[in-house]
């Protein structure tokens, strides 16, 4: 890294394995968007992990950044809106796709930006130095008031907290290893332990809509898999009437005459799209013929390519 700017983040390696080591770290994981934000002697900037500006859809914490630092820096983090006391992917939805820093507030849907890594600071390339000594310096850098937070951290307990965190009703954990540098892409020095499953998956298509409902049924959902969009179900709940409508807007300007997905797909009348949306969903697990049992709509994700969209397995 030879000067600020946007760098691919680290992601987290999905594992059912959970563990206690005084060698690793471990941190809530947090339902939200991710944010590698970049300050380059001007105001500060904030990129998705897929690398578009998100500023305009968070005004409130582009302001916060613009005072702290210093003038050159790299951070990583999550934006985050709550629902209570949980982070909630569904709640930031109203603010995602927004362009005008005045309808963004105008939600009234409050952001905060929780901060965890630093790569750059004081003119110098961090991502060698072990993730405490970084975690030292990011805690250094930044007055930590609101919309910023510190992510914070607990040492060695990982069984423990992997237990608290799913009473409390959180998405899981995220243990990292304290020596380690940071590392772009997928990397094994981040696991995730999920209490509650879920991930992205690719939109091939939809279903009509029966009775007195508007817009389309369901979502017909992929996954890709050696260069085929393999399909996973469909999923029907998670949607009120603004997002019916507006997402039925969305598919119909995709719409294709020949399916996408690799696999048959037995639904009467099913349309089919060009699959490029990214839907998050929950779910309670995968049925043995590959399909997602119980799942539920929480949000479309634009920080993720379709073509990248894999299924999770630890």
Not at 174 to 188: E, F, V
Request: aromatic share 10%; proline share 6%; charged share 30%.
């Amino acid at each position: 890294m030879t000067g600020p700017g946007w760098r691919e983040p680290t992601l987290a390696t999905l594992t059912d394995r959970r563990f206690s080591d005084e060698d690793w770290i471990y941190e809530r994981k947090l339902d939200g968007v991710r944010a590698i934000c970049v300050r380059d002697g001007g105001t500060p900037t904030l990129y998705s992990r897929n690398r578009k500006v998100m500023d305009n859809a968070y005004p409130e914490i582009v302001e916060a950044l613009a005072g702290q630092g210093g003038p050159r820096f790299v951070a990583d983090g999550e934006i985050v809106a709550f629902d209570g006391d949980q982070t909630s992917f569904a709640a930031l939805q109203p603010r995602i796709h927004l362009t005008d820093p005045a309808r963004a507030r105008a939600t009234g849907v409050r952001v905060y930006y929780y901060l965890f890594d630093l790569l750059y600071c004081d003119e110098q390339d961090i991502t060698p130095l072990p993730l405490r000594e970084r975690k030292s310096i990011l805690r250094d850098a930044f007055a930590f008031e609101d919309p910023l937070r510190l992510s914070a951290h607990r040492n060695t307990e990982g069984e423990k907290y992997f237990e608290e965190a799913c009473r409390r009703g959180w998405e899981g954990v995220i243990a990292k290893r304290a020596d380690a540098p940071y590392r772009h892409g997928r990397s094994p020095d981040w696991l995730k332990f999920k209490c509650q499953q879920g991930q992205e998956m690719v939109i091939g298509g939809f279903t009509a809509p029966r009775g007195s409902r508007i817009g389309f049924g369901a979502l017909l959902l992929g996954y890709h898999e050696k260069g085929r969009l393999r399909y996973a179900g469909k999923v029907g709940t998670g949607f009120d009437h603004r997002l019916l409508t507006s997402l039925h807007a969305e598919l119909t300007r995709r719409e294709t005459n020949s399916s996408p997905f690799a696999d048959p797909v037995r639904e009467p009348g099913a349309r089919w799209v060009r699959p490029e949306l990214v839907a998050q969903i929950g779910f309670s697990e995968w049925t043995r013929d590959g399909r997602l049992r119980h799942p539920r709509f929480t949000g479309l994700r634009e920080d993720k390519k379709p073509s990248d969209v894999i299924r999770e397995r630890p």
